[in-house]
T-cell receptor, first 112, second 114 residues
Framework: EDQVTQSPEALRLQEGESSSLNCSYTVSGLRGLFWYRQDPGKGPEFLFTLYSAGEEKEKERLKATLTKKESFLHITAPKPEDSATYLCAVQSPEYNNNDMRFGAGTRLTVKP | GAVVSQHPSWVICKSGTSVKIECRSLDFQATTMFWYRQFPKQSLMLMATSNEGSKATYEQGVEKDKFLINHASLTLSTLTVTSAHPEDSSFYIC??????????FGDGTRLSIL
């Protein structure tokens, strides 16, 4: 059973068209929820950590929010350079060594 | 800050050979390092976790004798794929962190076994 589910699997936007990516999780005792960006052929690049419901973080055109069961990554007026796969991961005491478990990611394409 | 270097970035070798991949934290001392495997258009699958000076903890289904992990110092971990076969071809990514801080990732190694 997947514990971290991301939707949609793929998203195509026009430049300037704002949208949101979803990450839902079923683990208990969330220690942290992480958002990463991954470009093709590269390792994930850290974006945000969220620890408690109601928390929000922002970076340029990205804003991450957290509830008790899901997180959203809002992209405002995206540009083509925002095209990438966005991964979320959860950290839980269910996992050894404070490991993370990743969702399958959302592949975002922003057309000019 | 928080730079992780992985080497080599790409390797092609014949079936039956062993391949070593290095992962270094360049500007911090990592308490824990992780090794992941990623198939095309799929997410990262954790293979093992290693702490400096102790044996690695492998995820269920990962062969310890196939994927040897050595974590010799607070800045270096190596993954050796022993007697590699075509089914071992994949994208391998390491990460490093300090205690419960976010993991920082290397740029991955694309391994192709002929």
């Amino acid at each position: 059973e997947d514990q971290v589910t991301q939707s949609p699997e793929a998203l195509r936007l026009q430049e300037g068209e704002s949208s949101s990516l979803n990450c839902s999780y079923t683990v208990s005792g969330l220690r942290g929820l992480f958002w990463y960006r991954q470009d093709p052929g590269k390792g994930p690049e850290f974006l945000f950590t969220l620890y408690s419901a109601g928390e929000e973080k922002e970076k340029e055109r990205l804003k991450a929010t957290l509830t008790k069961k899901e997180s959203f990554l809002h992209i405002t007026a995206p540009k083509p350079e925002d095209s990438a796969t966005y991964l979320c991961a959860v950290q839980s005491p269910e996992y050894n060594n404070n490991d993370m478990r990743f969702g399958a990611g959302t592949r975002l394409t922003v057309k000019p | 800050g928080a730079v992780v270097s992985q080497h080599p970035s790409w390797v092609i070798c014949k079936s039956g050979t062993s391949v070593k991949i290095e992962c270094r934290s360049l500007d911090f001392q990592a308490t824990t390092m992780f090794w992941y495997r990623q198939f095309p258009k799929q997410s990262l699958m954790l293979m093992a976790t290693s702490n400096e000076g102790s044996k690695a903890t492998y995820e269920q289904g990962v062969e310890k004798d196939k994927f040897l992990i050595n974590h010799a110092s607070l800045t270096l971990s190596t993954l050796t794929v022993t007697s590699a076969h075509p089914e071992d071809s994949s994208f391998y990514i390491c990460s490093a962190r300090v205690y419960a801080q976010p993991q920082h990732f290397g740029d991955g190694t694309r391994l192709s076994i002929l």
